[in-house]
């Protein structure tokens, strides 16, 4: 998959667990930018893996900052 | 051979006798106001100086034991205590509790350990010893307890953690909770997100852990689904009752469920009526550890509908981690034998502390787990606590240890006073 296509599974599942408009939503942003608490980032993590049907360790999000390096994580865990 | 039924005959919680309000540990620590409502709490339960995890055992257990016939104490054949508060690598938390409870002697004795789901893991293995047949008639006494080791070192999570113990009798007459045999689901993996590395601090990565909550209570239930068939999220409980390290967990691990298991369900409105009842108990202690999906059934009987029967969804987690979704049949009965135990009266009369209260108890407690060789606990600060707290039961208290060897000793309460 494209980083653009791992982007759009984590756009769509951002959009169901915070019922808000992603359409601003960028690779550099920040799921607290768009009013994500600790435990909306969790759920928004398992609704991501759960749509691209990957199992990621929890220790592979360690060094997740932003919107990136989530994606990237993802992406590198899809076959 | 015809499998009797099993489950929870009579189970207690203690939370000790004294509180502070949510609120006042966010002002006292300076954390961001706004996240308080994340946390759905209002207390939570402060630990003594002369209290430990054998206290908290014996408390909640002992009323328990106080009302059962001569004959059906002789019949408990099994102590687990499960906690992550061990006060000995070697001898455990149950060999002080068995003595204090004077059970039989004929009874085996052991410690559990795997963070807030130790307790579960330990009912499980219990219910399936006690229908094999292999002691018809016995009973197992599974005690959940722990002690917090928070202070300003645990940012957010030291508004969270509670403290007390969850006593749970299990056994072939289950008047609190019939379990549904074989209906469970477990899942567990290696992952570091909290851990209590030695007796004086607890480390914790808290997205990881809430990250590892979700992920194994989808997990856990998809697995409950292959062993019941017919089994839906939104329709096969009346009832929700989870492991809550704080309530808004659990409203997160919900809206999670139900957005992936039914679809198109008022989840607002669902999470309400179903899983609300569950939480009165926890949001007024804070995360009671492996004790704590006992709690929030505790909440669900004293607070919900259940005179028809009713059935319970449990979810139990523990760090590191290892959990289970099972569930249980609840009804008149259950609220008859919960009532006995007056925990919502026991919860509002705790004593109130103030902040600066607060944080000179913390300077006591926190050692409690260290090993000193010899120490003295001058209770004597403490008895106007007790006295205020309205507790009715004689209650134990630590007094120290002497070449390593804890003491304790009873403390009778007068029933409490009305001038606090």
Known sequence: M??????????????????????????????????????????????????????VPAREFKGVTDIRSLVEVLRSQVS | MTIPAVGIEAMNVYAGVARIPVAEIFTGRGLDPSRLKNLMMTDKSVGLPCEDPVTNAVNAARPLIDQL??????????????????????????????????????????????????ATAAAQLAAGYLVSGMSHGAKVLVIATDISLVDDRSGYTEPAMGFGAAALLIGTEPRVLTLDLGAFGTYSYETMDSARPAPTFDVAAADRSLFTY???????????????????????????????????????????????????????????????PSLYYPSRIGNLCSGSVYTALASVIDNAEIDDGARVGMYSYGS????????????????????????????????????????????????????????????????????????????????????????????????GTDDD
């Not at chain 2, 102590?79 to 000995?88: A, F, K, N, Q, R």
């Not at chain 2, 690598?89 to 795997?114: D, M, N, P, T, W």
């Not at chain 2, 194994?216 to 689904?225: G, I, P, V």
């Not at chain 2, 009832?239 to 809206?255: D, E, K």
């Open chain 1, 2 to 55: 494209t980083i653009e296509e791992v982007f759009e599974v984590v756009r769509s599942s951002t959009a169901k667990v915070l019922d808000v408009d992603t359409s601003a939503m960028t690779l550099d942003g920040t799921l607290t930018d768009l009013g994500a608490n600790s435990l909306d980032r969790a759920d928004i993590v398992t609704q991501s893996m759960l749509e691209l049907n990957v199992k």
């Open chain 2, 69 to 118: 016939p001569a004959a059906d104490r002789g019949r408990i054949e099994v102590l687990v205590t499960s906690t992550e508060s061990g006060v000995d690598f070697s001898k455990s938390v149950a060999s002080y509790v068995h003595e204090y409870l004077g059970l039989s002697r004929r009874c085996r004795l052991i410690e559990v350990k795997q963070a807030c789901y130790g």
């Open chain 2, 214 to 276: 979700l992920d194994c209570l989808d997990n856990c239930f998809r697995a409950y689904q292959d062993r019941v068939d017919s089994a839906d999220f939104g329709q096969t409980f009346d009832y929700l009752a989870f492991h809550t390290p704080f309530a808004g967990m659990v409203r997160a691990a919900h809206r999670k469920m139900m957005r992936d298991h039914a679809r198109g369900a008022d989840s607002a409105a669902d999470f309400e009526q179903r899983v609300g």
């Open chain 2, 320 to 415: 590191g981690c290892s959990s289970e979704f099972f569930s249980g049949v609840v009804d008149a009965a259950s609220r008859e034998a919960i009532r006995e135990m007056r925990i919502s009266e026991r919860l509002d009369r705790r004593v109130t502390l103030q902040f600066d209260e607060y944080t000179r108890l913390l300077e006591g407690s926190l050692s409690c787990l260290v090993p000193d060789r010899n120490r003295t606990i001058d209770s004597e600060p403490f008895l106007p606590l007790y006295a205020k707290s309205g507790e009715r039961q004689d209650l134990l208290m630590w007094t120290g240890t002497k070449d390593y060897h804890r003491t304790y000793d009873w403390i009778s309460t007068p029933g």
